[in-house]
């Protein structure tokens, strides 16, 4: 049996009664890295006391890519966002196409992106790349279904893989998360194969439910196989809530992606 993948998993989605910092502290105590969502959220110094390996946050608290005035306000977010990341060893910033309210709400919704959106998104993605080579860092920019969030411009994984594409810098990856592409357009082997030479990372969460591998219809046993046979062997995320047990949970995604 082999493990070709780094596996980490989001702290704010597990053991939600414990305080963040002993998630971060149990994730790492068995082997996982840790992914964060909004760092105001939390008490910095208490997780830089874990040591843990955080894997990745979120690179922006607001903004967004296809309008100058959201632009501006992304790359100042991100800029400090970075810094904040620096501190606790953050390995890559995630983005989307704009900001994200309440119960994953885009902020700033649009069902048609034109072709003045497409050449703005494009401009800021290289904008946000400079910042990235000032502050030695790696954003990433993931895809979004549109059932649970509704309107969010660049949010198909198509849509993200043309982007990003199109940019073509390494400072700029996909965080190609399989959950939503399941719902949104599935296909996920094909989309893998697609998305490969851009990727950062993967993340999974087993549909319906957004819960662990095993919990849905996803054959990610299988999946992980073709990752492997196709030379993916870098971060595997897993954003979901546990069925029931947080620590079985995190070992049937261990299992799932174990070769």
Request: hydrophobic share 40%; with cysteine; proline share 5%.
């Amino acid at each position: 049996m082999t493990q070709p993948f780094q596996l980490a998993a989001c702290a704010e989605m597990l053991w939600q009664d414990k305080p963040i910092e002993w998630r971060a502290a149990r994730l790492t105590e068995m082997g996982f890295g840790v992914g964060l969502w909004n760092w105001p959220d939390h008490d910095l110094a208490k997780l830089e006391a874990v040591r843990a390996n955080y894997t990745i946050m979120n690179g922006y608290l607001e903004g967004r890519l296809a309008d100058e005035d959201g632009a501006e306000t992304l790359l100042a977010s991100a800029r400090e966002t970075a810094r904040v990341g620096k501190r606790l060893g953050v390995d890559r910033l995630n983005l989307h196409g704009t900001g994200l309210g309440d119960g994953g709400i885009p902020i700033w919704q649009h069902d048609i992106t034109t072709g003045p959106m497409w050449l703005k998104a494009k401009d800021t993605l290289n904008r946000i790349c400079d910042v990235a080579e000032q502050e030695d860092v790696v954003f990433t920019l993931e895809n979004l279904n549109l059932l649970d969030h509704p309107g969010c411009p660049f949010g198909s994984t198509a849509d993200v893989l043309a982007l990003v594409a199109s940019v073509d810098r390494p400072r700029l990856r996909i965080n190609l998360d399989l959950y939503h592409t399941q719902i949104g357009e599935g296909d996920l082997i094909r989309w893998c194969e697609e998305c490969l030479p851009w990727i950062g990372e993967i993340q999974v969460a087993d549909n319906p439910g957004r819960c662990e591998p095993g919990t849905g219809e996803i054959n990610y046993p299988g999946l992980a196989r073709a990752l492997a046979d196709m030379g993916y062997n870098g971060p595997v995320g897993m954003e979901a809530f546990a069925k029931g047990d947080a620590e079985a949970a995190l070992e049937a995604f261990r299992a799932a992606f174990t070769l």
